[in-house]
């Protein structure tokens, strides 16, 4: 089980871009299940959701916005054992059961 944490302050802009890159990799790094979820038939819709998901955290300032699109992104692989949890300015932590 991988269960990202990530702090998310209201009130004040944030770099999603620069946030879900750092997500990005570490799932993409930490995660058991990367290879099993992007593999020879999902790496196109992969690599396509995921250029998309950067493309929009360009335009997201908020970071309640930021961390929807974090989640979003992370709905992608559809394993109920990868999370994101927290209300602070994406201070993250990967914490495995």
Not at 66 to 92: E, S, T
Request: with cysteine.
């Amino acid at each position: 089980m991988m269960v990202m944490m990530a702090k998310v302050g209201y009130g004040q802009e944030c770099n999603c871009s620069q946030k879900m890159e750092a997500v990005m990799g570490q799932v993409e790094k930490n995660y058991a299940g990367f290879n099993d979820k992007v593999n020879a038939k999902t790496r196109v819709a992969y690599n396509a959701f995921t250029k998309n998901t950067l493309a929009r955290a360009g335009k997201i300032k908020n970071p309640a916005y930021c961390l929807w699109l974090v989640d979003d992104w992370l709905a992608w692989f559809k394993d109920g054992h990868i999370q994101v949890y927290g209300m602070h300015p994406f201070k993250m932590k990967i914490v495995r059961h």
